[in-house]
């Protein structure tokens, strides 16, 4: 299997951005006002047609549909997204490598610009190709301000600078593009600039002809009036805040050429005629001082502050100073530095070559009092790392050419990067580096002792550590190596599987109680016959926007009852068969008909008057659960044969499997291990309690990749077991390196205080995504105490956290307990309680599993958690009760 990311491929990856005027703004001022007249001014929004809709369902990757194109906002200033073509979706040309000439996208159009707000997510920097030159910025985080769990949210879509090029009137055109980097062209009287920027550097590459590299203030982007995001504590910097660097510095040298010593200047104090630079290394750092916007609040992003690991803004107060380090590294010497005009500008005796910027810490918090103190000379961690990334960035990494193989029997898959470049034969003489990249998720899940060795010229090698992080991972890379390999071993422990289930010979007399109760449970359920899915309404009735569907589908049943085989009686193990048997036929797998949500007897004691209930408002986001869940489906299939002996046609089965599989996997991001180019979601529902995206998403997609594997590996599909391999390696890592993420933070600086104090959970957004909650955001990394990480948890998915991340695991967990010490009850209160009356069932259904499969719980330890239940056929019961049997066993 070959994966080409190169310059070849064509293709949009944009994200449509959702935005709504006057009536959401009247709602979102109205919250600060009291929780009546926020309600009424949502409710005026929505009768003013202004309200945000919600979009329809991810891709049905079983049956080959095309998804509806994303709906765009209703109001004034709302523009039409883009329809989703198979270009938009698979950039990568899939499994199988690039696509035929006569199936890739349309010439390239001109780069979105100033106009449109278009921007691209590129791994250290949010890239705005506009008029003039392009406007570098931090991505967007998201914040959770009302409720208080902003977590690491350290600045809006900040613009920092700009560079210009030609005149004001140039404007770019788009150049060769791939899934994990983008060109803009700019031709002007000048001489032509490009500029290069994806996912493989930290840096924005810029190869430019002309004389000179002008620096301007970077102004945020035109934006539509009173769109959400636009919250006075919480914007983007205001354009008549944006400055240039206050500070630049560089290594001087002396008569002979020889480095004499940092040397940093006042950029005030240039003036027009500049200052003659006699560099002796090849590159600039540029900061901000006091003269920082404002980009966030320090308070929030700091655990020894009064606000602590709640994130509370206790201070009311404004946004803090925050500074953005800025690394240039040059491919020719300049001759001056000026101040001229309100620019910057760095002139050269002939073309300025090319010149590669990054912000060198990432997303790491400086507050600008700190940075300040650096005009009296350069901090030596501050030199070492512009060292470290100027030695890096002598070759620039365009392309990757991935290709992988797994080794079933050894349990080890092996993924081959190759790498394509654009050098700097810089007048320094700086020998080739070539410093390969890892995917910087893979650098986060590193750290949790994963067993992933890498490989180059024959023998295995080390990864140097970048010291740098931003919302796709930490920076690794293997120098001096075109290409390398990277083995993840030990995965047969989690993919190959187990041993044919049977009845334990002997459940400990402690265990019999819940053995007991599972049996009563499924015996209930059985003779009920076929129930509908259970409509659990937790804001209150009259209304279904704060409610959810559960327990759907036919794999989820009988891959909940399989479970609970062993354990069960003779004559009620053979009465689950059939039920099994009758369940998958009405309701067929890897398949999606509402209509037979009413059809079945009801879970629930009680039932929802139809009139109270309005059922579009939570059909769109249970359909694309539901889709999206289709490849953990396999998962549950494969259990249901093993243990029960029932299940689809093979032959139908593989078809509509290997085109799951064959769908995410074409939509692998290189740089997070997991899938873009997803759909369009427009609000907190589908993302977090639908968990269209994010750590839960993580679970059942690999969970999916597992049972494929064991799907191939029991019907011979050889094809599809390669597959599945790949697929449980990539998410593997990713799931892991997740769940690392907040340690990794405080590693690197973007937290402060104890990682041991810090409980959060942290989920990526996929970057083609657009996510509305308090705006609309981009590439984003998303916390919250109330995003749970444990929903759709299996054992195998659970015990690799528990190897690999269990202190991280354990430390939510034990927090929950503190914080929440009931949240164990099925329908308990919500954590922190906001609009809701109580707990939607998915928060903490995965979360009594990962007390035994995560942390490896024993006994009483685990059967605390297992609640009771009034609901027929509750499958998060039988998985709680299974659990808590099995963590009796030695």
């Known amino acids: 299997m070959i994966r080409i990311f190169d310059a070849s491929l064509g293709g949009t990856c944009g994200t449509a951005g959702l935005s709504g005027r006057g009536g959401w703004a009247a709602a979102c001022t109205a919250g600060r006002a009291g929780r009546a007249a926020w309600h009424a001014a949502c409710l005026?929004?929505?009768?003013?047609?202004?309200?945000?809709?919600?979009?329809?369902?991810?891709?049905?990757?079983?049956?080959?549909?095309?998804?509806?194109?994303?709906?765009?906002?209703?109001?004034?200033?709302?523009?039409?997204?883009?329809?989703?073509?198979?270009?938009?979706?698979?950039?990568?040309?899939?499994?199988?490598?690039?696509?035929?000439?006569?199936?890739?996208?349309?010439?390239?159009?001109?780069?979105?610009?100033?106009?449109?707000?278009?921007?691209?997510?590129?791994?250290?920097w949010l890239v705005r190709a506009e008029a003039g030159g392009v406007a570098l910025g931090r991505t967007r985080d998201v914040v959770e301000h009302v409720r208080g769990l902003p977590g690491i949210y350290t600045g809006a879509a900040d613009p920092v600078v700009a560079v210009r090029f030609g005149t004001a009137d140039s404007r770019p055109q788009d150049g060769p593009r791939s899934a994990v980097h983008r060109e803009a062209v700019y031709d002007a009287p000048g001489g032509r600039t490009r500029i290069v920027f994806g996912r493989l550097s930290p840096a924005v590459l810029v190869e430019s002809a002309e004389k000179s590299l002008r620096f301007a203030p970077a102004k945020a982007a035109a934006a539509p009036a009173g769109r959400p995001g636009d919250r006075r504590d919480f914007a983007p910097s205001a354009p008549e805040d944006a400055r240039?660097?206050?500070?630049?510095?560089?290594?001087?040298?002396?008569?002979?050429?020889?480095?004499?010593?940092?040397?940093?200047?006042?950029?005030?104090?240039?003036?027009e005629a500049g200052v003659r630079l006699e560099m002796a290394e090849p590159w600039l750092v540029a900061w901000f001082g006091q003269d920082a916007p404002a980009r966030g609040h320090a308070e929030v992003a700091d655990q020894q502050s009064p606000a602590g690991s709640n994130k509370a803004l206790l201070s009311g107060g404004g946004a803090d100073r925050l500074d953005v380090p800025v690394l240039v590294r040059l491919e020719r010497r300049p001759a001056a530095l000026a101040l001229r005009g309100g620019e910057l500008v760095l002139e050269f005796a002939g073309p300025a070559g090319k010149v590669a910027l990054m912000p060198l810490f990432g997303r790491r918090i400086w507050l600008a009092e700190e940075t300040e103190a650096w005009k009296s000379g350069l901090p030596e961690e501050v030199l070492r790392q512009a060292r470290l990334w100027a030695r890096a960035l002598r070759d620039f990494p365009v392309s990757v050419e991935e290709s992988a193989s797994a080794d079933p029997e050894r349990g080890e898959v092996v993924f081959a990067e190759k790498f394509a470049w654009t050098s700097m034969e810089d007048d320094w003489r700086t020998p080739p580096v070539k410093a390969a990249p890892v995917p910087p998720m893979l650098a986060v899940a590193l750290g949790g002792g994963m067993p992933v060795t890498f490989h180059s010229g024959g023998r295995q090698v080390k990864p140097a550590d970048g010291r740098w992080m931003d919302q796709a991972g930490g920076a690794m890379f293997i120098e001096g190596a075109d290409a390398y390999e990277w083995r993840l071993a030990g995965l047969g422990k989690y993919v190959l599987?187990?041993?044919?289930?049977?009845?334990?010979?002997?459940?400990?007399?402690?265990?019999?109680?819940?053995?007991?109760?599972?049996?009563?449970?499924?015996?209930?359920?059985?003779?009920?016959?076929?129930?509908?899915?259970?409509?659990?309404?937790?804001?209150?009735l009259g209304t279904d926007w704060y409610a959810n569907w559960y327990w759907a589908g036919g794999p989820e049943t009988v891959g909940a009852i399989a479970r609970a085989q062993p354990y069960l009686s003779a004559d009620l193990q053979a009465a689950v068969r059939e039920y099994a048997a009758t369940e998958l036929a009405a309701r067929p797998p890897l398949t999606y008909d509402r209509s037979l949500y009413a059809t079945g007897a009801e879970r629930a004691p009680y039932a929802i008057p139809y009139d109270q209930v309005r059922a579009g408002t939570s059909a769109a986001r249970e359909e694309a659960y539901r889709r999206r869940n289709f490849l953990l489906d396999l998962y549950r299939l494969e259990a249901a044969r093993a243990a029960l002996g029932v299940g689809p046609d093979p032959a139908a089965?593989?078809?509509?499997?290997?085109?799951?599989?064959?769908?995410?996997?074409?939509?692998?991001?290189?740089?997070?291990?997991?899938?873009?180019?997803?759909?369009?979601?427009?609000?907190?529902?589908?993302?977090?309690?639908?968990?269209?995206?994010?750590?839960?998403a993580y679970n059942s997609w690999l969970a999916g990749a597992v049972?494929?594997?064991?799907?191939?590996?029991?019907?011979?599909?050889?094809?599809?077991?390669?597959?599945?391999?790949?697929?449980?390696?990539?998410?593997?890592?990713?799931?892991?390196?997740q769940a690392r993420y907040v340690a990794e933070m405080h590693r690197m600086g973007l937290v402060r205080g104890r990682a041991e104090d810090d409980p959060r959970c942290i989920a990526h957004i996929d970057p083609a995504c657009t996510v509305v909650r308090w705006g609309p955001v981009g590439t984003v990394t998303m916390q919250d105490q109330e995003f749970p990480p444990f929903i759709d948890l299996v054992p195998e998915v659970g015990r690799l956290l528990g190897d690999f991340a269990r202190p991280e695991c354990a430390m939510y967990l034990a927090h929950l307990d503190?914080?929440?010490?009931?949240?164990?009850?099925?329908?308990?209160?919500?954590?922190?309680?906001?609009?809701?009356?109580?707990?939607?069932?998915?928060?903490?259904?995965?979360?009594?599993?990962?007390?035994?499969?995560?942390?490896?719980?024993?006994?009483e330890a685990v059967r605390r958690y297992v609640d009771a239940t009034r609901f027929k056929g509750d499958l998060f019961y039988i998985q709680n009760l299974v659990a808590a049997i099995e963590s009796y066993a030695e």
């Open 44 to 124: 005026a929004a929505a009768g003013a047609g202004v309200f945000l809709a919600a979009v329809g369902a991810w891709h049905d990757a079983a049956t080959g549909a095309e998804p509806d194109a994303p709906r765009p906002a209703r109001g004034e200033g709302a523009r039409p997204a883009p329809a989703r073509t198979d270009a938009a979706r698979d950039e990568s040309g899939g499994a199988g490598g690039p696509r035929p000439a006569a199936a890739r996208p349309p010439a390239p159009r001109p780069a979105r610009g100033e106009a449109d707000g278009g921007a691209y997510p590129a791994l250290g």
């Open 244 to 271: 240039l660097p206050r500070y630049v510095a560089f290594v001087a040298a002396a008569a002979d050429g020889r480095p004499s010593g940092p040397r940093v200047l006042a950029v005030a104090e240039l003036g």
């Open 497 to 540: 599987p187990p041993a044919a289930p049977a009845r334990p010979a002997a459940v400990p007399a402690d265990a019999r109680p819940l053995v007991e109760r599972l049996e009563r449970h499924v015996r209930e359920m059985v003779q009920a016959g076929l129930l509908r899915p259970l409509l659990y309404i937790h804001g209150g």
């Open 653 to 696: 089965l593989r078809e509509q499997a290997g085109r799951l599989a064959a769908d995410l996997e074409a939509r692998m991001d290189w740089a997070i291990l997991g899938p873009s180019r997803l759909r369009t979601v427009s609000n907190v529902h589908e993302a977090r309690f639908m968990t269209l995206q994010g750590s839960a």
């Open 707 to 737: 049972g494929l594997a064991r799907l191939a590996r029991r019907n011979g599909w050889a094809k599809e077991e390669q597959q599945a391999w790949r697929l449980a390696a990539r998410l593997a890592a990713a799931r892991v390196g």
């Open 818 to 859: 503190e914080a929440f010490p009931y949240w164990y009850l099925s329908e308990g209160p919500k954590q922190t309680a906001t609009e809701h009356r109580t707990c939607p069932l998915w928060h903490i259904s995965g979360n009594v599993a990962a007390q035994a499969y995560v942390l490896g719980g024993k006994g």
